[in-house]
């Protein structure tokens, strides 16, 4: 997982996804996975896990991409960012 400022993740995701970048992407989850949704229909597979099942005050999710034996994963308290993330990384490869 590489890291980003919230400003450079941004600008990577502009970039590479260009028209079909959400408005509110990062900070609403709902738009982020229509990232997730138009990558299936390319082939990938994704996955969204809260790794802290069962706090009731804690989150931390991992998001998870997987194409042809290589995957990408994003993990943060935010499950958007968290999805961006892995996005990213596999835009990127």
């Not at 706090?55 to 935010?78: C, I, N, P, V, Y």
């Amino acid at each position: 997982m590489a890291e980003y400022t919230y400003e450079s993740l941004e600008a990577l995701l502009k970039e590479k996804l260009g028209d079909n970048m959400p408005e509110r992407a990062m900070e609403d989850i709902h738009e982020a996975l229509k990232i997730t949704e138009k990558m299936e229909t390319e082939g990938w597979k994704f996955k969204l896990v809260d790794l802290s099942r069962g706090s009731m005050t804690e989150t931390d999710w991992r998001a998870t991409l997987t194409k042809d034996d290589k995957k990408f994963s994003g993990q943060s308290d935010h499950a958007a960012l968290a999805v961006c993330v892995a996005v990213a990384d596999a835009l990127v490869g």
